[in-house]
Nanobody, 124 residues
């Protein structure tokens, strides 16, 4: 099973930016599609963004983050990223990366590997 470590979370003011990273221990990271999820207190975990395997040319986003967040991957570094701009208080959550799901027709099915999560807090 792939080991994942997220980083980059923190406290930021509304309108600010953060970049989350998801580093994988596997040497064949490029074959996996992956997704970023988040879970706010009292809410269900939700998909924020996903990217297909290989080149990562296909991406999909939750409506609530379209135009503000960007998912990308660097297979040479076995790392995926989530660039978050114009952050809002409602973006406050624990963010998790997930690897190994099925990316098809701009949808992503949850894979077996999860990171430990990184806290993002948007507050003035």
């Amino acid at each position: 099973q792939v080991q994942l470590v997220e980083s980059g979370g923190g406290l930021v003011q509304p309108g600010g930016s953060l970049r989350l990273s998801c580093a994988s221990s596997g040497s064949i990271f490029s074959i996996y599609a992956m997704g970023w999820y988040r879970q706010a207190p009292g809410k269900q975990r939700e998909l924020v963004a996903a990217i297909n395997s290989g080149s990562g040319r296909s991406t999909t986003y939750a409506d609530s983050v379209k135009g503000r967040f960007a998912i990308s991957r660097d297979n040479a570094k076995n790392t995926a990223y989530l660039q978050m701009n114009n952050l809002k208080p409602e973006d406050t959550a624990v963010y998790y990366c997930n690897v190994g799901g099925v990316y098809y027709a701009d949808t992503y099915g949850i894979g077996p590997s999860w990171g430990q999560g990184t806290q993002v807090t948007v507050s003035s």
